[in-house]
């Protein structure tokens, strides 16, 4: 097998100087405090919607234990991150391309190999990633649900997290529980509710407003209110058909909330000061993290 190290050094050789980077990718994190609750299907579909905009997206699949965003997609990744990272493959031929010129990552069990590198090999690796923050101005990481070490870690890892859950009291209770970790580790993180499957159309801003004043009460904090998604039917029809709901039926209120949900995104900002910014950023901390 190549050497590892030599690989990505070559390859990191091949991108120009960081300092010749003309803009960063916004790398938001989309998880959930338990499953069940839609976040890979909210992932794929917002990806489509920020798209619809004009956006360009990457989309990286980093639910190691359900990974499904190819499922939903109807795509068959043949190679995943642990191709890039021992050096067998260069980050453009393990995309994917999906509708609307979305890609797609398949992240595999490459996040766990993060920890195995070397810095030197993590700083080579990451420097042949910034690829992406020149091609793209988002990227979307579906991580796994639950408080597991690698889903804080990606929680932890990014300026930007959409919390998603339902009205159930059992899915809030499991966001609060995911709130208090990220929250306790890290104050500054911009952490946005989405209330998926909500009802009735003052379900979402219902379960914002109570679970923010528990949050407020308890953590001395606050959440924003990312918005709500209705329930629709024709969200499972979608899942049967593997066709994205936003694509299958545009014009569903399932949809209307999703694209809601994009403009308010592409319509906020994020200092561009934040340390963590592009997806250098978010690879080193994880790597952080997961050495720990």
Not at 234 to 259: K, W
Request: charged share 20%; net charge neutral; aromatic share 6%.
């Amino acid at each position: 097998m190549k050497d590892q190290a030599e690989v990505l050094r070559r390859m990191a050789h091949r991108r120009p100087a960081a300092a010749t980077i003309q803009s960063q990718a916004r790398v938001i994190c989309v998880t959930s405090g338990k499953g069940g609750v839609g976040k890979t299907n909210i992932s794929v579909n917002l990806a489509l919607a920020l798209a619809q905009l004009g956006h360009k997206v990457a989309l990286l699949d980093a639910d190691l234990g359900m990974a499904n965003i190819d499922i939903l997609l109807g795509l068959t990744p043949k190679y995943t991150l642990t191709h890039v990272l021992r050096g067998e493959k260069l980050i453009n031929e393990i995309m994917l391309e999906g509708p609307l010129g979305i890609r797609v990552l398949a992240g595999g069990n490459g996040v766990y190999d993060l920890a195995n590198l070397s810095q030197r090999e993590l700083d080579l690796f990451s420097a042949s990633l910034e690829l992406l923050d020149e091609q793209f101005d988002f990227i979307l990481v579906d991580t796994g649900a639950g408080i597991g070490r690698n889903v804080v870690s990606f929680a932890l890892s990014v300026d930007e997290v959409l919390l998603v859950t339902t009205p159930e009291t059992t899915a809030i209770t499991d966001a609060y529980g995911m709130i208090k970790v990220i929250k306790q580790r890290r104050s500054d993180s911009s952490l946005k509710l989405v209330v998926n499957m909500a009802q009735a159309e003052n379900d979402g801003p219902s379960v914002w407003t109570k679970l923010n004043t528990v949050v407020g009460r308890f953590l001395k904090a606050d959440v924003e209110y990312g918005g709500g998604i209705p329930y629709d039917q024709h969200v499972s029809r979608s899942v049967n058909e593997q066709v994205p709901f936003l694509l299958a039926f545009p014009n569903c209120s399932a949809s209307r909330g999703i694209t809601s949900l994009a403009q308010s995104l592409a319509g906020s900002t994020i200092s561009k000061a934040a340390p963590n910014r592009g997806i250098r950023g978010f690879l080193s901390r994880v790597y952080e993290l997961l050495q720990a």
